[in-house]
Every structure is written in C-alpha cells, then in structure tokens.
C-alpha cells in the first residue's frame, strides 16, 4: 500500500496565543512537521507553538502577513503543506479527505471553502460563504503575491472540495465589533497605500458610492439579509471599512481642499439612491410581498424611477 506523503502546517502568528493552541490541537496527528511563523508577539504564542513541538521562525512585525507566508512556506519540508491562520481549524472529515488527496497524482493545490464564524453566528450568505481558498498543496506549487488578501500564484492542476461545512475550515473570525473596527482601522490604511502607489485618483463619488455599493453587494445581492441581524450588522461594518480606505486614500493625497460641487453631489446620490431603491424593491417584493398589485405597484415604481431620476 502506497505510504501518505509528508504534510507540513505552516502558521503566521502574533499574539494569538489561545487561538494558536485550539488550532495547533486541530491538526495534531494530521500534520508531519509544524512550522510557525512567530512576528514578534508578546502573549506567550511562542512557548504555545513549542508545545506542541512546532518549529518557530521569527520574522518581522508587518501590517500584511504575505510576505510572512511566503517565509513560512521556505522553511517547510513535508511534501504536501496545510497553510492556516493561528483562527482556522480543522475537523476529522476535512482531514481525512485531504489525506486522501495527497495519495492523488493529478492535484496540485486544492480549494478549500472556510466557514467564517462572525460574533458568534456562521454567516451562510453576505459573500462569506463558500470563501474558498487555496490552503492545501504541493510545496513549491503556490506562492503569494505581497499585496493584502491577494489571491496566490498557482502552478499546476487544481482541485476544489465541495462546498460542505464537514468538509470546510473553520475561521472563528472576529468575535467582537471592537476587533472588527481594530483590524479595519489597520487594514484600511495598507489598502490605502497600494491605491495611492496605483496613482488612483480619488473622486468625490467614492466617498458616496463605494460604501453603498459594498453593503448592497453583501446585504442584498449576496443575501445577507437571509442571516438576520449578523447579516445586517455585518455588511454595514463592511460598508463603514470601504469609507475608511477612500478617507485614508483623501488624507494620503494631501487631505486637499475641495469644492463639493452640487452637480457631483447629486449625480453620486442619485445614482447610490437608485441602486440602494433596486436591490430593496427586489428583496421586498422577492422576500416579504406576497400582494401581486403591491408586486405590481413596485415594479411601476421602478420604471417611474428609472425614467424619470425622481428620487
């Protein structure tokens, strides 16, 4: 019988020390070799990774973990490598099936969907579900790029699992809104940068339509409103996360003074009104009405809007 190949756990962290134990136990008995990633952390996450007998690398505090993940995966040796945040785990089914797949001969790196557990409720809807990523695969096959959440470059044949929570990772994402508006404030400002490095130039409309545009995106037309109040609660911080960017953008560039033109003023609202009367007249009239004439009477309205800009 052919023998599993060997599977290393590569791991970035810093001061995660509990989440780093409840991870590290996730993968006991799974993964051959441990390599954690240590960014100068001061709540002990070293000592917990060298219980568990990882091997812990230091490496610079970063406002982005790429660059880190790329370090991490040099010093792994294990043929197949399992890349996790110190706040993802693994269950026996996931594990068991990727066992399996390293015995394949035609996989190179493997989609995995995470299940993102946000204050307390797994989110099914609000663009937070299936959330694959590329976490398991041949080492040498998957590098990532240095810009933030940016998708790894591949090299080979790939592989998604199915999009079932047994067969999912499991992401205790953010716990509190205070840790929410932390990591947003942190991360707004690196998001910021690469625009400002791009040369993009912003517009008063960004201000207005790109916070409206991201809670549409997740509240209505990736459904969030299906996950209740988590949902709701949910697309707005993201919305209020997208302002951010675009305030740092304006402060980056000088945090010139500008006229607000009524024109632009107007045109941005109108345009952000429409889109916000589209998506809450489909998900009232797809959700909540069960009236044909009040059915009717929106979809008038609509047209009505649409010719005429009456907002």
Known sequence: MKSAPLIS?????RNEADNLRKCLRSISHFADEIIVVDMHSTDGSQKVAAEFGAKVYPYKWMSVV????NYA??????????????DEYLNK???????????????????????????????????????????FFKNGAVTWRKEIHSQPITQGNGYTIIDSEHLAIRHQNYTSVSQYVTQAIRYCS???????????????????LKPIQEFNSRFYFAEGFKDGIHGLIFSLLQSFSVMLVYIRLWEMQGSSEKVLSKESFISASQEATF?????????????Y???????????????????????
């Open 73 to 86: 995966l040099s010093k792994a040796t294990g043929t197949w490598i399992i890349l996790l945040d110190p």
């Open 275 to 287: 889109e916000y009367g589209h998506w809450f007249n489909k998900y009232f009239t797809e959700e």
């Open 66 to 69: 790429e660059p880190a993940r």
């Open 190 to 208: 690196t998001q910021a940068e690469e625009l400002f490095k791009d040369g993009y130039k912003i517009k008063t409309s960004d201000l207005i």
């Open 93 to 135: 089914t996931l594990k068991h099936e990727l066992k399996k797949i390293t015995l394949r001969s035609d996989v190179d790196w493997v989609k995995i969907p995470r299940k993102n557990i946000i204050f307390g409720k797994w989110l099914r809807h609000s663009r937070s579900w299936p959330d694959y990523l590329i976490r």
């Open 9 to 13: 756990a590569v791991i970035n962290v």
């Open 289 to 311: 009405t069960k009236n044909p004439l009040k059915i009717i009477l929106i979809k008038i309205r609509q047209i009505l809007n649409r010719l005429t800009k009456n907002f």
